[in-house]
């Protein structure tokens, strides 16, 4: 028993400690929706209305933003704790802010800036 207590410490001592998994590594991903997504412009009323968006600028935001939609993310809440999504659309405030629509694996829906969340992509992250 000692020898494995001294060899975890050395280890840990060298780095070779072993991390814990991150929020992706533990996450059962599910497929990308095909649908109930806004891809290319900005979000109508008539979108969100529809559930194909999280939320519509009215006319008043500066446009869509060319981003894989939709795609595999990590939100980070305000505690820092990462949370599995996945996004579905992103568009630019008239300040030149991104915020992104996000909907969680059981359909609840969230809207973030971009810097609050970790782009995957399109393929499953494990």
Do not use: C
Not at 42 to 47: I, M, Q
Not at 72 to 86: C, F, R, T
């Amino acid at each position: 028993m000692k020898r494995v207590t001294f060899i975890s410490r050395l280890a840990a001592a060298l780095g070779f400690a072993a991390a814990p998994p991150t929020a992706a590594e533990r996450v059962n991903w599910p497929e990308l929706p095909k649908s109930r997504f806004i891809v290319g412009r900005p979000a109508t009323l008539e979108d969100a209305k529809a559930g194909n968006a999280i939320f519509s600028t009215n006319g008043t935001g500066a446009g869509a933003v060319m981003l894989a939609i939709p795609q595999y993310v990590l939100w980070s809440d305000e505690q820092g704790a990462k949370h599995p999504m996945i996004l579905v659309q992103a568009e630019k405030t008239p300040d030149g802010q991104t915020i992104v629509g996000l909907r969680d694996f059981s359909g609840q829906e969230s809207v973030a800036t971009l810097p609050e969340v970790e782009l995957l992509g399109t393929k499953k992250p494990n």
